[in-house]
Structure formats: structure tokens, C-alpha cells
């Protein structure tokens, strides 16, 4: 159980691994996460399941090598196991059955938009898909998200391809022209989910974000991931992690994510000084 | 010889030193002690004290066997009942149960009944060799949700009885509140990892994190061949007081404080790889056992004030005397008939205040105890960092939203027969917190012998009335 079978590098601070994990593969839904530890003195960090196949009851995960924990995660080759992984957790998307939908992807983020991509196409919706990343070597999944998209823009911070400038900048050209989606999913860094729906916001489009905050157990246990929406606290990781991003108070969760800020600084001078267990 | 009067005190590590290290507290009868106490018990005839036993240790049994040094013996007949002895030993509240039938305690003081039990359970994990009782297997499966104190002692007493138990805990590491809640100074890991493999040895079988209600569903444990399911789900979500500022940087639910210190070993950042903000003035709202922990935990991360704030008086406060008496001589300060209005916060988000008011003591509301009133115009600010709230919890909703038939309070607990623990759904027995709220490890095991019992004559029985 839990044995890497794949492993692909996607950018040099992003990986992609096949985990073999039968029991929330079978379970797995667009939307939910699982909660991994990766040695005995390890944090548990959650992270969103980018592909299931329930067939060979494999997983996939992509994390970007951020923290300690990511660090070490890309350590483990193919054969290697992963210590603890729980899931599938928390609440399935609420994905449109027609219509048109844009789904929004910014760096790491394109990686849990793609199932709902991949069900959106499934279900015969409309989609078009905006992916964006610093420059273009960080674009992520792009062969997998045009694969099920009906449309596909490029986006770069610097300009490098594609489109120049935020995702939600494109977005806010494609609205400005006339179109009118029924609902749009952006997934990504907190300041471009942000952004994405202050853009939608001024069109009353319904946008659906996914917060990926600090939590410990995961199952509602211990309220690390609390979450104001709409005035009122919710625990992500048994009330989303899919939220309406017009109601999210983004300041809040901006802080909230950063309170470690001083450890993780300490942390990662241990890695990379080799410091790891 | 007349018996004395008082009972043998337990040494415990110094005040002063002890509120920096997470070592243990109270250390344990020696030898000596341990024969001076047991030889204070009457051996009664018809003995209270088992009445006040949830789990109905033979108490007078094992001490006679303490005072012929037979330890073994003495262990054995403890375990006979209980599976969880050290721990129980520890943590159990005697003073309200075993302990205040005790006859001894109407001219003096009762027999110190845990601390023996602490001393012929620690006996057995340095010097003995813990018997397994040899079970015919019976061919049937149970699956037990959950692997905290009630989930274990139904496990344990299934196994003894030939069931092929199955455990499935959703943390990394079976044991539940013994090892996520209580902390390291009251009860060791170590203690408990060796009970917990007591209850492995019996036979039970521990997957870890597995989440039933996610992983797999109830329904699809009796499709995967489980004859029946104890549910031991625990105590769930926090509670919060709905005040402004509780988002804040620097709040904590005291279960995530506790969880992040005990089972992620936080005080042992950065060698092991969990953060946690050590305040230097923390406040903890509530004063309950789990307040306690926290409170005491922080002072041990290092806070120059640790404080508990409780809206009620001292008289009301639901922690075990003793642990109160404790968090006193570690240097607690306790601001009593005060409930916090908001928490304030600084420029960046992190809490600089917490903004309170005095209360006093109304009429008695329907727990029996005098309602506190706000006195007002009483706000004032109380100097803090860190806030740690720890007012209970409410039961976690994934079982029952995701189990046809599983019936719950309008608070979320699982609607159970009190005597059997069946609940509404057939074959679905639960206990615990997830039936009572915030309880007792003991209340707890209490409830999963119970359960183990009925599953048994049920099963046994062939009957499907429910």
C-alpha cells in the first residue's frame, strides 16, 4: 500500500506521482483531498487528488516542492512508499451537468482542476480552460487539460507564451468580449483565486474556488482550517474544500496560511543543509 | 493492627522543574509504598468500590494479591476486565468512582485504588510477561470504528471471546485522545503504545488511517463480511464561542493545540517537523481536564503566564481536583468568573488582547450549576498572545451523513440503547464520546464493554430482533 509506481517531473519544482492507494481510489470524487505523512517525525499536509484510477486503484498527486514536507515528498522515487496517506477527504465539487463553465488554473492549481475538467468535458459542459503560470516553463498539464477542454489559453506572468499577464486578466478580456459562462472554477494561489473572483464578481458569475489551508487531522477534529464564508466559520476540510469565492474572506485566509511563516523559514534551512531525517 | 488513617502519598517531580519538561508528573507507588497502601484495604466482603467501577475491576482481588507480592496474579485479575490498566491507572477520575465507595474514605481517607492499579500495571510493562488468554476463534467479524479508548476495550473484550476484531482509526496512530489529548506528563506515549500492542497481542487487527464514513462506508463493511460494527468515533468537531477575533493568528481549538504537542510532538520542533506558536501569554477559555492539558502545555512551550479564564467559579470548574491542584503549583493563574468578549488583534492579524468581562453567579441553570451573569461595565482587557479555546466538542457528522439508518441527537451524538449501546441502525452498536460528548477515558470503556457484551449475545443468539 501506498507505493509510488510513476513519477514524472512536470517543472523542476513540480512533480506528479501514481500512488498505489486501492481504497480511496475506489472512493475518490473530484474535489477531495487525502492527508500524507511522509516519516516518522513527519507533518501531515494535505494535498488535493489530482487523478484516480479506480480500475488499477492508483492515485495521482502533484505537489510543488514548497515546504519541508514537499521537499522530502520529492525525495521518494518509484518503489518507495509514502508512510501514511488518509483519504479521500473532504466534500465532492458540485460540478454543472450543461451549460458553459470556464475553469481557471494558476501554477500547482492546474493539477486539482483537472478532474473537474475531466468531469465537466464527461458530463458534455462547455468548457474552456484558462492555464497560467510565471513563464512557460511552469505550465503544468497542458496536453491533459486540452485533451477535455473545449478551448485552451496559455497565460504567462512574463509573457514568455501565450497570453501576457494573470489568468484572471485573461478571464476579465474574454468576459469584457461577450462571454457569458454559467459558472467558473479557479483553482491556484490564493492571490489569483482572489483576483479571479473580484473579476467575476462584477458579472454575477458563481465561482467556485478551492482553499487549500494549514490543517493537522483533516477530519474535522482539530478547526486548523478554519475558513470565514459568507460572515460564518467553516472548517475546509469537511465543508469544502470547494467554496463560492464572492463569500470567502481572502485577507483572512492570506493570514491564516502564513502563520507559520517563521518555522517553515527554520524548517527549510534544515533541508537544505541536509538536515532531513 | 488498625489500619491508617491517610493514605500513601505518590511522588511527584517538583513543581518548578516539572512545568518546563513534558516528563511525568506523579511517578508511581515503589514497591514499598505499594504494599504500605494495598495493606490499608479491609477486603470487604461485599466491596462498593466495584459498584463504582465502570469497567468492574475486581478491586479487593487484585489487592489481596499485591499484598502477597504476587504482581502477576494481581495484574491478571485486573486485566481480567480491563484492558487498558496503566492508562486507567493515570487518567481515570477514582476520587468520583471506585474511590468514594471505598468504607475507608467515611472515617479517613479511601484506599488509594489507581495508584495500585497504576503500580501493578507498570510492574507488568518493566518486569512481567503479559498472558494472552488462548480463544478458540468463532469464525465471525467485527469492525470497530475508531481506536481511542472505548474502540480498544470493545476490541479487547471481543477478541478475548474469539472474534476476529478489526480496528479502523483515521489518525497515523491507534489510541485516540490517550494519544492525540492527554499529554505526555500525565500519560506517556510509551504507556500507551505498549497497551495498545496488549490489545494487538489479544488478536485485534489496527488499520490507521482509515476513515470510516470516507474510505468506506458501514454499509460496506457488512457487504465486506462484518457481522457487526462498534462505532468509537470520538469527540469530534471543536467548539468555539462565535465571538469576534476567534479567526485570528494565535487561536486554537485545544484540540488542535493538544494534537499538534502529543501526537505530532510539536515541543520537539524542529526535530520533529510539526510548528506550533508557543506563546509567551496564553489564556485558555474553559476549565475542563482538556483545559488543564493545555494550560500546562503551554506553560511547558514556554509561556511567562499561562492563565485559565472560566466564566464560572471555582466550585464549578469540571476538572479532576487534582489536575487543578497541579496546574496551581505549576504556576497557573486563574481568572474565575470571566468570559471573554472578543479577542483583539494586531495590524498583522495576530492577537494582542483579549477583551473580557467580569461575571457573577445567578440562579442555578439546568446542569445544577449557578448561571454566571455578566456584571456590566466590567469589560476590561486581559494582556495575552496566545488563546486556546477549550469548551467541548460536538460529534463528528461524516458517520451519520454518510450511514443510512444511524440515528443522532439534534446535537449530534449517536442515539444509542444506554444499557447495550445498540443504535438505531441493527448491527451498529456505538460508545463514548461520539454517543456522550465530552467524557471520561473510563465513562468510555465503560461503554464499549457494554457494547462488547450485547455483540456477543446478540451474535451468539442468531436472533435479528433489534
Known amino acids: ?172 478580456q474574454m468576459l469584457e468580449n461577450g462571454l457569458k459562462p454559467d459558472e467558473v472554477v479557479a483553482i491556484g494561489p490564493m492571490p489569483m483565486m482572489k483576483a479571479t473572483c473580484n473579476v467575476t464578481r462584477e458579472y454575477g458569475i458563481k465561482t467556485w474556488v478551492s482553499m487549500n489551508p494549514i490543517m493537522v487531522d483533516g477530519t474535522g477534529m482539530c478547526g486548523a482550517c478554519r475558513v470565514t464564508v459568507a460572515g460564518e466559520t467553516k472548517f475546509a476540510c469537511v465543508d469544502g474544500p470547494m ?3 464572492h463569500l470567502v474572506d481572502w485577507d483572512e485566509a492570506w493570514r491564516r496560511a502564513n502563520t507559520y511563516r517563521e518555522q517553515e523559514k527554520c524548517a527549510n534551512e534544515r533541508c537544505r543543509c541536509g538536515g532531513e531525517h | 493492627m488498625a489500619a491508617r488513617k491517610s493514605r500513601i502519598e505518590m511522588p511527584v517531580q517538583d513543581p518548578t522543574a516539572r512545568a518546563s519538561n513534558f516528563e511525568q508528573v506523579a511517578l508511581g507507588y515503589t514497591e514499598k509504598m505499594a504494599l504500605e497502601e494495598a495493606s490499608r484495604c479491609l477486603g470487604c466482603k461485599k466491596p462498593l468500590c466495584v459498584q463504582g467501577c465502570p469497567v468492574s475491576v475486581n478491586i479487593p482481588g487484585f489487592i489481596k494479591l499485591i499484598k502477597e507480592q504476587k504482581y502477576q496474579d494481581a495484574i491478571n485479575v485486573v486485566k481480567s476486565t480491563n484492558n487498558l490498566p496503566a492508562v486507567c491507572g493515570r487518567v481515570c477520575p477514582q476520587e468520583a468512582q471506585c474511590e468514594s465507595k471505598c468504607v475507608l474514605g467515611r472515617r479517613g481517607q479511601p484506599v488509594a485504588i489507581g495508584r495500585l492499579e497504576r503500580f501493578v500495571a507498570d510492574w507488568e510493562l518493566e518486569h512481567g510477561t503479559p498472558e494472552v488468554p488462548e480463544v478458540e476463534p468463532n469464525g465471525k467479524k467485527v469492525a470497530v470504528v475508531g481506536a481511542g479508548p472505548s474502540g480498544l476495550t470493545c476490541a479487547g473484550d471481543l477478541a478475548k471471546l474469539g472474534y476476529d476484531v478489526t480496528i479502523f482509526e483515521s489518525l497515523h496512530e491507534p489510541g485516540g485522545v490517550l494519544i492525540y489529548g492527554i499529554p505526555e506528563f500525565r500519560l506517556p506515549k510509551d504507556v500507551v503504545r505498549k497497551e495498545v500492542n496488549y490489545v494487538r497481542n489479544l488478536g485485534v487487527k489496527i488499520e490507521t488511517s482509515f476513515i470510516i464514513g470516507r474510505t468506506t462506508t458501514i454499509d460496506e463493511l457488512f457487504d465486506d463480511g462484518f457481522h457487526a460494527v462498534f462505532i468509537g468515533s470520538g469527540a469530534g468537531l471543536p467548539m468555539f464561542m462565535h465571538i469576534p477575533g476567534e479567526n485570528l493568528n494565535g487561536v486554537y481549538s485545544a484540540n488542535e493545540y493538544l494534537t499538534r504537542i502529543n501526537l505530532m510532538k510539536a515541543y520537539l520542533f524542529p526535530e520533529h517537523d510539526t510548528p506550533i506558536v508557543s506563546g509567551k501569554k496564553v489564556a485558555v477559555v474553559g476549565a475542563g481536564n482538556v483545559a488543564m492539558d493545555s494550560v500546562r502545555c503551554a506553560l511547558r512551550l514556554g509561556a511567562d503566564k499561562a492563565m485559565i479564564v472560566y466564566r464560572r467559579g471555582r466550585e464549578e470548574m469540571p476538572a479532576r481536583a487534582e489536575e487543578i491542584h497541579h496546574a496551581e503549583e505549576e504556576g497557573v493563574e486563574f481568572h474565575l468568573l470571566t468570559n471573554p468578549v472578543r479577542i483583539l488583534g494586531d495590524e498583522k492579524g495576530w492577537v494582542k488582547g483579549m477583551e473580557c468581562i467580569k461575571m457573577e453567579l445567578g440562579e442555578p441553570d439546568k446542569s445544577g450549576r449557578r448561571r454566571p451573569v455578566p456584571i456590566p461595565g466590567s469589560e476590561f482587557v486581559l494582556d495575552v498572545d496566545t488563546v486556546i479555546m477549550s469548551l467541548g466538542t460536538s460529534p463528528n ?37 461520539a454517543v456522550t460528548g465530552s467524557a471520561t477515558v473510563i465513562l468510555a470503556m465503560g461503554a464499549g464493554k457494554a457494547a462488547a457484551q450485547d455483540i456477543h449475545e446478540y451474535l451468539e443468539s442468531g436472533s435479528t430482533d433489534w
Open chain 2, 397 to 433: 457528522p461524516i458517520l451519520v451523513q454518510t450511514t443510512d439508518g444511524l440515528g443522532a441527537h439534534k446535537w449530534g451524538g449517536l442515539k444509542t440503547h444506554e444499557e447495550t449501546g445498540r443504535t438505531t441502525k441493527p448491527g451498529v452498536w456505538a460508545g463514548g464520546d
Open chain 1, 1 to 172: 500500500m501506498n507505493q509510488i509506481l510513476k513519477k514524472r517531473v512536470l517543472t523542476p519544482v513540480t512533480k506528479e506521482i501514481v500512488v498505489s492507494a486501492p481504497h480511496i481510489a475506489r472512493k475518490a470524487q473530484p474535489g477531495q483531498f487525502v492527508i500524507l505523512r511522509v516519516s516518522e517525525q513527519g507533518e501531515r499536509i494535505p494535498l488535493t487528488i489530482a487523478d484516480y484510477n479506480r480500475e488499477e486503484g492508483t492515485i495521482t498527486l502533484v505537489y510543488q516542492e514548497v515546504g519541508f514536507t514537499t521537499k522530502l515528498l520529492g525525495k521518494l522515487e518509484p518503489n518507495d512508499t509514502i508512510m501514511d496517506l488518509a483519504g479521500p477527504l473532504g466534500l465532492p465539487a458540485e460540478l454543472p451537468e450543461k451549460g458553459c463553465v470556464v475553469a481557471v488554473g494558476g501554477g500547482v492549481g492546474v493539477a486539482p482542476l483537472l478532474p473537474k475538467c475531466k468531469e465537466l468535458h464527461k458530463r458534455g459542459v462547455n468548457l474552456i480552460s484558462i492555464v497560467g503560470a510565471r513563464s512557460s516553463d511552469l505550465i503544468i498539464l497542458e496536453q491533459e487539460v486540452k485533451e477535455c477542454s473545449d478551448e485552451l489559453c496559455i497565460c504567462t506572468d512574463d509573457g514568455s507564451r501565450g497570453f501576457h499577464g494573470f489568468v484572471s486578466d485573461k478571464l476579465k
Open chain 1, 243 to 245: 467554496f463560492d469565492g
